[in-house]
């Protein structure tokens, strides 16, 4: 098998329309959940042999589709401006060789939101699922929330878990990073030091922008993605029979509903 041949088998399934594809891109997502999930749950446990084959696992299927998105990219060496692409190289090092940190991986989770925002993702999940078509702006809301509070919460757990008698584990620093996050401030858990105080900055700087967000997100009429053929304007009011923008007379498809 050429490289060329290889290269277009493999970008059918991370781009292509066809249903081997689509189920590969949705496998791909549940991944990474899952990926999230695990470092999560290790954070609670002892380091054993189980769980560092586990970790060389991950790693692997990591470092197989770091290099697949390499080999389909049309501009590979551009993705290396891009956030996710650091964020993966950083999950890879730390699942591969441990003492690297694991709570590196929880970057992993930026991939995620990578993923949701590709365009043939959205694509398939606007056509798949009624649900996401209603609820876009307010999924998008609660993705960058919480892709925001689990890399916080990796970063505080890494920077402390040694030297913070106060943070134990993943929950602690959790727990922590909500506490910042929502201006509650119990002060039972601190940060001390310089950077301490600049990470917490952070997440409240941060964190309260993108929890506001979700709250209007939630808090505003709900919303359908529709062109306008005239303007172009694309979210309207669900009952909607004209754009507000130009006045066009709008024929918005509905699911049958009464």
């Known amino acids: 098998m050429t490289v060329s041949s290889l290269r277009s088998k493999v970008r059918r399934l991370y781009e292509g329309a066809t249903p081997s594809g689509v189920r590969f891109r949705y496998a791909l997502l549940v991944f990474d959940i899952v990926t999230v999930l695990f470092i999560i ?82 694509v398939r999940l606007r056509i798949d699922s009624p649900f996401f078509r209603r609820n876009e702006e307010v999924i998008f809301a609660v993705t960058n929330l919480a892709v925001f509070i689990f890399v916080m919460t990796g970063i505080v757990y890494e920077t402390q878990k040694f030297r913070n008698d106060q943070i134990h584990n993943y929950a602690d620093a959790l727990y922590f990073t909500v506490t910042a996050l929502t201006t509650t401030g119990f002060g039972d858990i601190t940060l001390p030091g310089t950077v301490g105080r600049l990470i917490t900055v952070v997440i409240m700087i941060f964190g309260v922008t993108l929890f506001f967000n979700l709250a209007r997100a939630l808090l505003s009429p709900n919303k359908v993605r529709f062109s306008c053929p005239a303007c172009g304007l694309q979210r309207h009011d669900a009952d909607a029979v004209h754009c507000k923008a130009c006045g066009k007379l709008l024929n918005i498809p509905d699911e049958g509903a009464v």
């Open 41 to 122: 749950a290790t954070s609670f446990l002892h380091p054993s042999e189980i769980i560092e084959t586990l970790d060389v696992v991950f790693g692997m299927l990591l470092l197989a589709d770091f290099s697949a998105r390499l080999l389909v990219g049309r501009h590979p060496f551009r993705r290396f401006r891009q956030l996710a692409t650091w964020a993966d190289m950083v999950a890879i090092v730390s699942f591969l060789a441990p003492l690297a940190g694991e709570a590196g991986g929880f970057l992993r989770i930026l991939r995620t939101l990578g993923m949701l925002r590709d365009y043939q993702m959205l």
